[in-house]
Antibody
Framework: QVQLQESGPGLVKPSQTLSLTCTVS??????????WSWIRQHPGKGLEWIGY???????YYNPSLQSRVSISVDTSKSQFSLNLRSVTAADTAVYFC???????????WGRGTLVTVSS | QSALTQPPSASGSPGQSVTISCTGT?????????VSWYQQHPGKAPQLLIF???KRPSGVPDRFSGSKSGNTASLTVSGLQAEDEADYYC??????????FGGGTTVTVL
């Protein structure tokens, strides 16, 4: 059974970098055709696609976040990570990692982790 | 690029049907057959209900159906049940490996 699990600090100070990791279990992160994604949900609001990465390292980002975001992959640990720089209170959200596979977007999600930006 | 437009709420009695719309543009919903729908219960992660406009993953009841006309996609929940009370989100491919979500619709079973 494939599972995704987010981990990282629940509190980040303004202007600092938000860093989260998603661990993939039950499947090979290097399996062809899978894009490993980050999606966030502001409190009481809708979903926002942040970006995704292929195991080769190819990345695609939401243009509205592209200047501050980077996603990386560590195939040896079966993990992929999110870095969001220069955060403000507007980045407070539940962050989900999710899987995308060839025409079937986001068919598997982690449970999500709340990140609060506050001093 | 703006989020897709969904009505904030919808409701129906048990056994009835409810339809949720998702309006985009000719650059996203209208351009590709890549519209998906998700159900989210409070405090839980979203769950895929529909992909490629009208296809259901295995395990999703056939009470859930999707369609698209022009720049508007729709999700219909037939035979409403108490457990269908949740938030529903649409998602569409916007080209160049970009994805848009709708603002979400809260479905209430009366």
């Amino acid at each position: 059974q494939v599972q995704l699990q987010e981990s990282g600090p629940g509190l980040v100070k303004p202007s600092q970098t938000l860093s989260l990791t998603c661990t993939v279990s039950g499947a090979f992160i290097t399996s062809g055709g899978y894009y490993w994604s980050w999606i966030r949900q502001h409190p009481g609001k809708g979903l926002e696609w942040i970006g995704y990465i292929y195991y080769s390292g190819t990345t695609y980002y939401n243009p509205s976040l592209q200047s501050r975001v980077s996603i990386s992959v560590d195939t040896s640990k079966s993990q992929f990570s999110l870095n969001l720089r220069s955060v403000t209170a507007a980045d407070t959200a539940v962050y989900f990692c999710a899987r995308y596979y060839g025409g079937i977007p986001f068919d598997l999600w982690g449970r999500g982790t709340l990140v609060t930006v506050s001093s | 690029q703006s989020a897709l437009t969904q009505p904030p709420s919808a409701s129906g009695s048990p056994g009835q049907s409810v339809t949720i719309s998702c309006t985009g543009t000719s650059s996203d919903v209208g351009a590709f057959e890549y519209v998906s729908w998700y159900q989210q219960h409070p405090g839980k992660a979203p769950q895929l209900l529909i992909f490629e406009v009208s296809k259901r993953p295995s395990g999703v009841p056939d009470r859930f159906s999707g369609s698209k006309s022009g720049n508007t996609a729709s999700l219909t929940v037939s035979g409403l049940q108490a457990e269908d009370e949740a938030d529903y989100y649409c998602c569409a491919y916007a080209g160049s490996n970009r994805w848009l979500f709708g603002g979400g619709t809260t479905v209430t079973v009366l």
